[in-house]
């Protein structure tokens, strides 16, 4: 992408409401722009990010077994009524009321809509496991939206839910969203610690919260360090593996980690002081089970072996994809701008002409443009005319993980400048060797 045909509004400053760095960051870089309380557009660059984690969560649901699918925002009130949750909900959820006086909502979460098309067509235990998921725009009338997309009242999320014949089966596909999620999240650049949590409003006894150590997170949590050091299970992970899957959890529950809400100060005092950790986190993802919290009063039943009707055992696991742009830059970045994780990137490489008017400078620029291009890399290409410092501060702004850099004294040699955007390390080589050098890292 040229930048001259690309829409960047990079701004100055951030206003002043945008307390937390990744805010100020996505309001100058021109990721997003507010339309409203907690609601926000994607402007190019932003989209682009959410669009590359959308991807990743996607491929590890894919892994774990989980099919995509795609519900709608709004939802019929009935379906809420039937679970009863309709009127425990509260003033977090956006009723609407349709030309015809019906009833309707703004999803803040799917359990009901899932299990109404789930009763609809489900009726043996020979159809199960079953697990279905979709990532859509919810919204939830949060009393202080804040952070910008880190606490939004409309929210993209990636929402899965599992149906099993019994309770083994479902702590089955608890696990297997357990383990999916600590390679997601790896795979984007980012350590998120399970911790055990209140299920809250969705229900149920088994629950765990995802959390990014931060500053600005608005959790707190306690640890013990240990569980820092537990590799995650890898992509080459056997999900049909049952043992595995119990291990993998193990491996990190025999560590203390809880949320302020499941604290329990005596444990965590038997933690080794020099493990403790008590800071803040950003909750990126939370699963549950919950058995047959709605399975029962919306009479989602199968025939099991014996021919009898059973309530079904079911689980809901949720990931914050739009606030995941957010807390990954709270987790990466520094006083220039963002440093992003190459797998989420909006472009790979930056490409800065220092002198678009000098006949060699542009000639070396635009093959370069080129080779990236079929060297199979997105490069973002800075052809514009203006100060050469503005160009740097922008691009180390925008963050992107590599930048090459073409004057006319380079050029003159048929060499480039190679930046990298995490250690600031600049060498001067060939584009071959620039190209060879990015693929390995
Ligand atoms: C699990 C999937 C649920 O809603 N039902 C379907 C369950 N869980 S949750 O914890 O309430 O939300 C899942 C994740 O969504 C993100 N999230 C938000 N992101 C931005 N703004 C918000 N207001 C917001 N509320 C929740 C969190 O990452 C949370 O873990």
Redesign the pocket.
């Known amino acids: 992408m040229r930048l001259s045909n690309f829409f960047l509004p990079v701004v100055k400053d951030a206003p002043s409401h945008a307390e937390i760095a990744s805010h100020q960051l996505m309001l100058r870089s021109g990721m997003i722009r507010q339309s409203g309380a907690g609601i926000y557009s994607w402007l190019p660059l932003g989209f682009k990010v959410l669009k590359n984690i959308e991807r990743i969560v996607r491929e590890e649901m894919g892994r774990a077994g989980a099919i995509e699918m795609l519900m709608p925002t709004l939802q019929q009130a009935d379906l809420w009524r039937e679970s009863g949750r309709y009127d425990d909900y509260g003033e977090e959820m956006l009723r609407i009321t349709d030309r015809s006086g019906r009833d309707m909502l703004y999803g803040p ?3 009901e809509l899932i299990t109404e098309i789930f009763r609809a067509y489900v009726k043996s235990y020979k159809q199960l496991p079953l697990n279905l998921y979709h990532q859509q725009w919810k919204f ?1 009338d ?1 009393i202080r ?1 804040r952070f910008g ?5 409309e ?1 993209y ?1 990636k ?1 899965a839910y599992s149906f099993d014949l019994d309770e083994a089966g479902a702590r089955l596909s608890y696990q297997k969203m357990f383990a999916a999620y600590l390679n997601t999240f790896h795979r984007l650049g980012v350590t998120a610690i399970p911790m055990k949590a209140d299920p809250g409003p ?1 229900g149920g006894d088994l629950s765990h ?1 995802f959390l990014i150590l931060s500053e600005s997170g608005e959790s707190a949590i306690f640890c013990d360090k240990a569980i820092l050091d537990v590799p995650v299970p890898g992509l080459d992970f056997d999900f049909e593996d049952q043992d595995a899957l119990a291990r993998e959890m193990e491996k990190r529950t025999q560590y203390y980690a809880a949320t302020d809400e499941k604290h329990d100060a005596e444990a965590f005092a038997r933690v080794p002081k020099e493990r403790q950790i008590a800071a803040r986190g950003i ?6 089970y919950f058995g047959t919290k709605y399975s029962e009063p919306m009479k989602a039943t199968v025939q099991n072996k014996d021919g009898q009707l059973v309530d079904i055992h079911g689980g ?5 994809v ?2 995941l742009a957010g807390a990954i830059i709270e987790a990466c970045h520094d006083e220039a701008g963002i440093v992003w994780p190459a797998s989420i990137a909006p472009f790979d490489v930056g490409l800065i002409s220092m002198r678009p008017k000098d006949e060699a400078t542009a000639t070396a620029c635009e093959a370069a443009y080129k080779e990236l291009q079929a060297a199979g890399f997105d490069p973002l290409y800075d052809e514009t005319d203006e100060r050469a410092g503005s160009k740097f501060a922008r691009m180390d702004l925008i963050g992107l993980p590599w930048q090459i850099i073409i004057g006319p004294k380079a050029a003159e040699k048929g060499r480039v400048e190679l930046k990298s955007r995490r250690d600031g390390a600049r060498i001067e080589c060939s584009l071959v060797e620039a190209i060879t050098r990015m693929k390995a890292a």
Not at 149 to 153: A, F, N, S
Not at 283 to 288: D, T
Not at 316 to 320: L, M, N, P, Q, R
Request: glycine fraction near 14%.
């Open positions: 979460t799917n359990e939830r949060e939206p997309v880190m606490r939004g009242r929210f999320m929402d969705i919260e909750e990126v993802g939370h699963i549950f809901s696991y949720g990931i914050g739009s606030r």
